[in-house]
């Protein structure tokens, strides 16, 4: 375990891997700081360009921008009220009544803390368990493999909130596109229409780019020209009063361990880490009417939470190779690019990106604190540099990534299609994150379901019979019974509320 | 006039790529449950997607709704990406950035000639030196035909 930790840090510390790390986290706060433009859009967008470096330091860099997102996401949550990323929606809630009442620098300081708390517990569970399960995953049979992604996309259905007919719709869409290309037991061609660049399949990165790229940036432009901000932050403002440190110790250690947990479950990720953890300070407080007027647990619970699972998110992607999110599965199909099968043989036969990857974790969240307490003013910056100056250049960058990823034009015009669909299905409440997550796992999930049944000799009772498959199925069975009956339950209690004269329902 | 709801529209995107796509797994294969041909897959996947898709039509029909597309953008942002395309084909790097930069632009009414000239000026200039001088890209910056 020492020696591996070593290992490690003796490959983060090579100064090409802290200079990597530093850019990383460094794009990650400014796209995070960017309202309408997560951290998914910007891995797909430096994935290209990450070709030119060695796995480890691509790997260090794209995780940067995912870790470094979620640190991002809060500033522009406090400051204008528009959570930067999904997962800080939740710190508008109590972060910006803070910053009206003048205290957006004691706000910012905390959540900076909170973040790294939760991002330094993330990183201790992260090599604590990640070893340990690898070592189970290599016990596992196809059957188990087909029945953990089941799983994994169930859970995106049913715990990610939203319309479950919309999204079981997106995670099954995501699976037919995953199967456009050459069937790898066949050699047949599947959904090509004859087009060369399809028989590898659809491109990731142009589908990425265009559901989350392109098409958030159609949906922010007209909301964004509004925005004003005014606020100066100065470092003076950011001390927070020794009350205000003992009040947020607890439920910093409350977000840390919910995100931690949550974060290496398939399908729950930072979003509902967040808003769990906000929730579960919300039931254990005294006076629950200072929620919602700017309580300090109210920022420092969810921010350490969505940091901490941001950190346990990669357990299930590095050591059994199954992404739990959609951030996760882009991670996943970078290293696949890089030539690197994530999954339990990760940790024994490449042990220097694994701990290595670990070890700039620990750096990545050290320099962010500095990022985000003595440079707080150069964000607050780039909140008030007109955004109309800034989408343009995204897209121009979209174009230049996809394109040059494969040098084809044929994926640009890709992007131009699901950038498209996309804006339709944001439009109507569809999310694109079960898309992504369907479209990654199907190939795998196929091969998977073909090999077990042919052990199984086309029988499926005998895959249902293994006992580690059956009750990861019965479990995955359970949880879509469950969501669909109370998702009925919702509609009748809603069909009840809309009789009632129209109020706040 | 009527207004057909944006949603019911794109859940019968959703119903007809459905039909396409097990129409034409219809030529794969199917093979059978212990050997799983390549039409297997696709065919259970399309009719599920179907089928769902229809439920979402029906539910769509009961409870309409009118959202607001916000065509400018849409239209603008769409064209701007299809624009690189042809451009980067045709003549290169810095032409297409010009076009995507451009066209992006005009998603909003009052973004002005002047403040987007500019904008695709220095944008060109920085892809140049950052892609071509710094990342050492062989993209052709400018050329002419195929």
Redesign the interface.
């Known amino acids: 375990m020492l020696e591996n930790i070593i290992l490690g840090f003796a490959t983060a510390f090579t100064p090409e891997n802290l200079f990597y790390c530093f850019i990383g986290v460094f794009l990650g706060t400014f796209i995070g700081v960017l309202p309408g433009l997560g951290s998914l859009a910007a891995i797909s967008m430096l994935l290209p ?1 990450s070709f ?1 470096l060695e796995p480890t330091t691509a790997l260090i860099m794209l995780a940067g921008i995912y870790y470094g997102g979620e640190y991002g996401g809060s500033i522009a949550s406090i400051l204008l009220n528009l959570p930067g990323t999904p997962s800080a929606a939740v710190t508008c809630l109590d972060g910006n009544p803070m910053a009206k009442q003048g205290r957006a620098g004691v706000a910012l300081f905390i959540t900076a803390i909170a973040s790294f708390v939760g991002g330094s517990v993330g990183v201790v569970a992260l090599m604590c368990f990640g070893p340990a399960i690898a070592r189970i995953g290599l016990s596992f049979g196809a059957g188990d493999y087909f029945a953990l992604m089941l799983l994994g996309l169930v859970a995106a259905v049913t715990v990610g909130g939203g319309s479950m ?2 999204s ?2 997106m995670v ?2 995501g ?2 596109l995953g ?1 456009v290309g050459t ?1 790898v ?2 050699g ?1 061609f ?2 090509t229409f004859g087009f060369l660049e399809l028989r590898d399949g659809v491109s990731l990165v142009a589908i990425a780019m265009g559901l989350f790229g ?1 098409a958030e ?3 922010s ?2 909301e964004a ?1 509004k925005r004003k901000i005014m606020e100066k932050v100065s470092m003076r403002s950011m001390l927070p009063t020794r009350d205000d440190m003992r009040k947020t110790f607890a439920p910093m250690a409350r977000g840390s361990s919910i995100g931690g947990f949550l974060g290496a479950l398939p399908g729950a990720g930072t979003v509902i880490a967040s808003f769990l953890a906000y929730s579960t300070e919300v039931r254990l407080a005294k006076d629950k009417s200072r929620f919602g007027n700017g309580a300090m647990e109210g920022v420092a619970a969810p921010e350490s939470a969505n940091n901490a699972a941001a950190q346990t998110a990669f357990i299930p992607t590095l050591t059994i190779g199954i992404p739990g999110s959609a951030t996760m599965s882009i991670m996943l199909g970078a290293l696949m690019i890089h030539g690197i099968t994530p999954g339990p043989l990760l940790v024994s036969d490449h042990p220097t990106i694994f701990w290595g990857l670990i070890a700039s974790f620990w750096i990545g969240n050290f320099f962010l604190l500095v990022l985000n307490i003595p440079l707080i003013g150069l964000w607050v910056k780039v909140l008030q540099f007109p955004y ?2 800034i ?3 995204v ?2 960058l ?3 990534g996809v ?2 990823m494969r ?1 084809s ?1 044929f994926d ?2 890709l ?2 299609i699901f ?3 996309g ?3 944001q ?4 999310s694109a994150a079960p898309l992504i997550l369907g479209f990654v796992l199907g190939p795998m999930l ?1 091969e998977n ?2 090999r077990a ?2 052990l ?5 009772y005998r895959l249902i019979a293994d006992p580690l498959t059956g009750s990861i199925l019965a479990l995955s069975a359970f949880l879509l019974i469950w969501a669909a009956f109370s998702g009925v339950q919702n509609l009748l209690k809603a069909r009840r509320i809309t009789d009632m004269p129209a109020g706040e329902a | 006039m009527t207004i057909v709801s944006v949603r019911l529209v794109v859940a019968a995107i959703l119903a007809l790529i459905g039909i396409a796509a097990f129409i034409i797994g219809l030529g794969f294969e199917f093979g059978t449950a212990r050997r799983m041909g390549p039409g297997y897959f696709p065919l259970v996947l399309s009719a599920i997607l179907t089928i769902l898709a229809l439920c979402e039509i029906i539910s769509s029909l009961l409870k309409p709704e009118v959202q607001h597309l916000d065509w400018r953008p849409l239209i603008a942002i769409l064209s701007a990406v299809a624009a690189f395309a042809v451009t980067m084909h045709l003549f290169g790097m810095i032409p297409a950035f010009l076009a995507v930069i451009g066209l992006t632009t005009l998603s909003e009414r009052n973004f002005g000639w002047l403040p987007a000239l500019m904008l695709a000026a220095t944008i060109s200039l920085a892809a140049y030196l950052l892609f071509s001088r710094f990342l050492g890209m062989s993209l052709p910056l400018f050329q002419f035909g195929i």
Do not use: H, N, Q, W
């Not at chain 1, 439009?427 to 569809?430: E, K």
């Not at chain 1, 199984?456 to 499926?460: F, K, L, Q, V």
């Open positions: 360009m030119y007919l919309k079981l719709i099954v869409l699976l037919l199967t069937d037991t066949s047949e599947r959904y392109v940036v159609i949906s432009v007209r020209s109309k100056y989408y343009p250049v897209i121009a979209i174009c230049i394109f040059s040098t034009v640009v015009g992007v131009v950038g498209g669909l804006y339709l299905f439009r109507v409440g569809y196929e379901l073909r049944m042919l199984a000799r086309g029988d499926p």
